[in-house]
């Protein structure tokens, strides 16, 4: 009997790994070997004429902690990711509130129009960005028809600050709603019969119950904000350089182009990145708890 079990367990294992063949194959092809490459690319170095030398070196890295240059693009890209999500989060927590709250038949429609922009290509809706943001554009023509006169607004900082918000706004407020929906607002009214107005009653009640989707909105908000570089291209004007455009011009554009280089860069973003990672599903799995 218990042979039958072993064999019978031993052809359910074979069953498993068939089916998770394929997915992992995928996952080692165009995941696990292209990070591989960029790591061992982070260690070599660039020859006079601009190729590849197979000589494992760490001073691309003493480069990237030595030069201001790439200093100030990954303060300047974290301090840009780190505001965009708050400004996210402070605009998408009362809507995430509002769509919770609203009758059930409304809700559908509602999240609806918040994930309208995801069925055009981005690219497009940044280029409408320029447009509306153009010296002769809707905004600045309206300004001037109201007296104030035309404004810079494109290839600004301002510019990229709102294309990025509005790129990663829809990731904050779906996780937010997730939370919120699930919350017992009795518990609100429960806090107010004990005499907690409702500012204590949100702090102490609402914002701890509604941190998942805080900290999983932040996330998702933060780690494609942090590497963005279409954004401050098109709308900043690339004026100032951030991370992901400066990883981009090393693989691409610079004269010459030096991969090494920007392999590091891209080593160090996703070590960031896996810090924040690992600080979500601390802060979830203590929630469980």
């Not at 900290?215 to 933060?222: R, T």
Request: hydrophobic share 55%; aromatic share 12%; glycine share 6%.
């Amino acid at each position: 009997m218990a042979t039958i079990q072993q064999q019978q367990q031993r052809r359910d294992r074979i069953r498993l790994a068939l089916l998770l063949t394929p997915g992992l194959l995928w996952l080692l092809l165009f995941f696990a070997l292209p990070l591989v490459i960029i790591f061992l690319y982070s260690f070599m170095t660039n020859d006079a004429l601009g190729r590849v030398v197979y000589e494992p070196t760490l001073n691309n890295y003493i480069t990237i902690f030595t030069q201001s240059l790439y200093v100030n693009a990954y303060w300047r890209s974290i301090w840009t990711s780190v505001l965009t999500t708050v400004i996210c989060l402070l605009i998408g927590y009362p809507l995430a509130v509002f769509i919770a709250r609203s009758p059930q038949q409304w809700r559908m429609p509602l999240l609806m129009l918040i994930l309208i922009p995801f069925w055009t290509n981005f690219l497009v809706r940044i280029y409408a960005w320029q447009i509306i943001l153009a010296n002769n554009g809707i905004i600045n023509s309206f300004l001037e028809i109201i007296g104030i006169g035309r404004l810079t607004l494109l290839n600004t900082e301002g510019a990229t600050l709102i294309g990025l918000i509005y790129g990663e706004l829809p990731f904050m407020v779906l996780p937010l709603y997730a939370a919120i929906d699930r919350f017992d607002f009795t518990l609100m009214e429960a806090a107010a019969d004990l005499g907690a107005n409702k500012v204590q009653a949100f702090l102490r009640i609402m914002l701890p119950m509604t941190m998942p989707g805080i900290v999983a909105g932040s996330v998702l908000v933060f780690i494609p904000t942090l590497g963005q570089f279409v954004v401050s291209e098109l709308l900043g004007g690339a004026k100032v350089d951030y991370l992901g455009n400066l990883i981009q011009r090393l693989f691409l554009r610079a004269n010459p182009i030096n991969w090494p280089l920007g392999s590091a860069m891209a080593v160090l973003m996703m070590l960031v990145l896996l810090v924040l990672i690992m600080m979500y599903f601390r802060v979830t799995s203590e929630e469980e708890r």
